[in-house]
Nanobody, 128 residues
Framework: QVQLVESGGGLVQAGGSLRLSCAAS????????MGWFRQAPGKEREFVAA????????YYSDSVKGRFTISRDNAKNTVSLQMSSLKPEDTAVYYC?????????????????????WGQGTQVTVSS
């Protein structure tokens, strides 16, 4: 029933910023963890950031910490990823995901297989 749609991807120069949005339709339970993952060509899918749907406490991968900010607006059923100081290595398809499982550790939060619903992805390309 839960559907996720990402938007906001595009082409940006290194050092620039982009804001990705994930719109959720259907029922999102309060205990759902919302996450962002990315996958570059030839690389494995990588955890980027996550946030509880019922709170504002964020969790980031070391590679994006200090540059990316995840947030949510429960009234609008959206989750956003503000990306700043972008680097060419940030180039990837970015996916929004939701987990209906009880994730009790950061290791579990960062594991893509623990997420039940996925968006279609949005391309982010950072030029040097």
């Amino acid at each position: 029933q839960v559907q996720l749609v990402e938007s906001g991807g595009g082409l940006v120069q290194a050092g620039g910023s982009l804001r990705l949005s994930c719109a959720a339709s259907g029922r999102i339970f309060n205990n759902y963890v919302m996450g962002w993952f990315r996958q570059a060509p030839g690389k494995e899918r990588e955890f980027v950031a996550a946030i509880s749907w019922s709170g504002s406490s964020p969790y980031y991968s070391d590679s994006v910490k200090g540059r990316f900010t995840i947030s949510r607006d429960n009234a609008k059923n959206t989750v956003s990823l503000q990306m700043s100081s972008l680097k060419p290595e940030d180039t990837a398809v970015y996916y929004c995901a939701a987990s209906g499982r009880r994730l009790v550790s950061r290791t579990e939060v960062a594991l893509s297989s623990n997420y039940d619903r996925w968006g279609q992805g949005t391309q982010v390309t950072v030029s040097s």
